[in-house]
């Protein structure tokens, strides 16, 4: 986030202290007449189908970027775009009205083999989430809200049990769980925690969550939970950790139970002193067995390695010998390991980290100078790529004018 950004949200949270206390259940639900997706249940929706996308990735062959298209995007040879919704804007063929700031965003297969693209809406009144629905084949049929009257929601996460975890980022922040087919009610999760939340990533192995949180000091988080819920981590109880590195920058960690997770007189990130800071902690991504997250103060990537329990850094722009790479912001991880880091202003772009340590261009937004990109996400058949320009060419603070859109072409072979 930019530091003029951070200081306008900060002023506008001053005068909008009589919201901070946030019901436990939020509204949320498709329109009126929503694809019938078959759920009716409560979490966790069904188990969806199997499908056998393309295995092989082609995202460090994607080759220079083009000159900017008719939507100011410069593509790789063979992609072509669309823009899928604005900000303020109805949904072409839906009655739903997109919502502003659009922010972290992930894709979920549907029962029927279609699937849905969910957005954040970082704004600062009125937000939430919302989800635009798909045919197997592209085609946009629905859009629906998935979230309301939550505040300033940010990256975010998926889980492997097919909801969404929307982040709040505000000092009073907490985490709402969110069926991405907008049939089930959305559950406040406070037991991961009430700070400036970021970003969440879940270890399907272990069980465990991991979080960032957006201040110039947070702290990387752990959420253990206490127990299983249908076959999934139960998220309405557990134990909230701090990560400590123990010698240096990098290396060996330990974990430190935070006391008091509602942080009602003392904020999480300063309940144990033996805490490391991060400077403004971002995306999160889980990968085969390591926990990828990024810091936008100092421009780097980190991986945590959940078995050994080490942290290192895998990108830093002060150390890169091409550094194209900075303002890092939301992340996400394809099947093969590429990370897709969004950029935060700088030249607008998508840059692949690839496994070998490449640094590949996906896309560059041209004329969106004072805006970032939020929510990278594939769809589950690897064709498509979603992602938003947050403030749209004007760059209004509000994110007034937030674009969506979808990228198509050879990402899988």
């Known amino acids: 986030m930019h530091d003029s950004r951070r200081d306008f949200l900060r002023r506008s949270f001053l005068s909008l202290a009589a919201l901070s206390a946030l019901p436990t259940l939020t509204r949320c639900g498709p329109t009126e007449t929503p694809v019938d997706t078959g759920y009716t249940g409560h979490f966790p929706p069904w188990r969806p189908p199997e499908i056998s996308p393309p295995a092989t990735s082609q995202i460090a062959k994607l080759g220079a970027l083009a000159d900017p298209d008719a939507l100011g995007l410069r593509l790789a040879p063979g992609f072509t775009a669309r823009v ?20 972290g965003g992930a894709c979920f297969l549907a029962e029927d083999g279609g699937y849905v693209y969910v957005s954040n809406s970082e704004a600062i009144v009125g937000g939430g989430a919302s989800a635009l629905r798909f045919t197997a084949e592209g085609e946009l049929v629905d859009a629906y809200p998935i979230l309301e009257d939550t505040l300033v929601n940010c990256a975010g996460g998926p889980t492997p049990w097919g909801t969404w975890l929307s982040c709040e980022e505000r000092p009073a922040g907490i985490v709402f769980e969110c069926d991405p087919f907008g049939q089930v009610e959305a559950l406040a999760r406070p037991a991961l925690g009430v700070f400036r939340h970021e970003a969440v990533a879940v270890d399907p192995v272990n069980g465990h969550l991991f979080l960032t949180e957006d201040e110039p000091n947070g702290c990387f988080y752990r959420f253990i939970p206490d127990g299983m819920e249908d076959g999934h981590p139960d998220l309405s109880s557990g134990t909230l950790q701090v990560l400590q590195v123990l010698d240096g920058v990098e290396g060996a960690v330990a974990w430190h139970d935070v006391p008091d997770p509602s942080a009602e007189e003392t904020s999480t990130r300063l309940q144990v002193a033996a ?3 991060f400077d403004g902690g971002e995306g999160l991504a889980f ?20 078995a050994d329990e080490t942290l290192s850094i895998v990108y830093d722009d002060d150390l890169a010998q091409d550094p194209i790479l900075r303002g890092v912001d939301n992340l996400w991880v394809t099947p093969a390991g590429d990370l897709l880091v969004a950029e935060d202003g700088d030249d607008m772009q998508i840059v692949a980290l ?7 261009p996906v896309v560059q937004v041209i004329g969106h100078d ?23 060419e004007s760059g209004s603070a ?16």
């Open 84 to 103: 899928v919704a604005r900000s303020g804007e109805t949904v072409e063929g839906t009655e739903h009205v997109w919502h502003i700031a659009p922010d």
């Open 398 to 413: 509000l994110g007034a004018d937030g674009v969506t859109y979808e990228i198509t072409g050879p990402f899988f072979t």
């Open 275 to 277: 805490s490391t800071p």
């Open 370 to 392: 004072a805006s970032e990109i939020t929510g990278p996400a594939l769809d589950p058949y690897r064709r498509r790529l979603y992602f938003s320009s947050q403030r749209g």
């Open 287 to 306: 990968h085969e067995g390591v926990v990828f997250f990024t810091t936008k103060g100092d421009n780097r990537v980190w991986a945590y390695d959940t």
């Open 354 to 360: 690839t496994p070998d340590g490449q640094l590949v």
